[in-house]
Nanobody
Framework: QVQLVESGGGLVQPGESLRLSCAAS????????MAWYRQAPGKQRELVAA???????NYADSVKGRFTISRDNAKNTVYLQMNSLQAEDTAVYYC???????WGQGTQVTVSS
């Protein structure tokens, strides 16, 4: 059974940083196209960042230069380093295995002064 467990969310002030983690069980992340999505209140879920099994990455324009997606194969974990956070980044962040129906439960990120 595949499980994705996100952690690392919280309440931070504008300009601060957070690192989200997505720990997987039931599959080896190194072989999959992994992504982080987010959903803000009243908005559709949107792709934030993705990393292919070969390591190539892509980002939403709104987070380029501020967020970095990475993967630790030994820990079977995907990360999202978020720097220079803005109020517009407030959302629930989800880990997802692209092209499959596997989603984590989400972790809340709130950016507020």
């Amino acid at each position: 059974q595949v499980q994705l467990v996100e952690s690392g969310g919280g309440l931070v002030q504008p300009g601060e940083s957070l690192r989200l983690s997505c720990a997987a069980s039931g599959l080896f992340l190194r072989y999959y196209y992994m992504a982080w999505y987010r959903q803000a209140p009243g908005k559709q879920r949107e792709l934030v960042a993705a990393i292919r099994d070969g390591g190539a990455t892509n980002y939403a324009d709104s987070v380029k230069g501020r967020f970095t997606i990475s993967r630790d194969n030994a820990k079977n974990t995907v990360y999202l380093q978020m720097n220079s956070l803005q109020a517009e980044d407030t959302a629930v962040y989800y880990c997802h295995v692209e092209r499959y129906t596997y989603w984590g439960q989400g972790t809340q990120v709130t950016v507020s002064s």
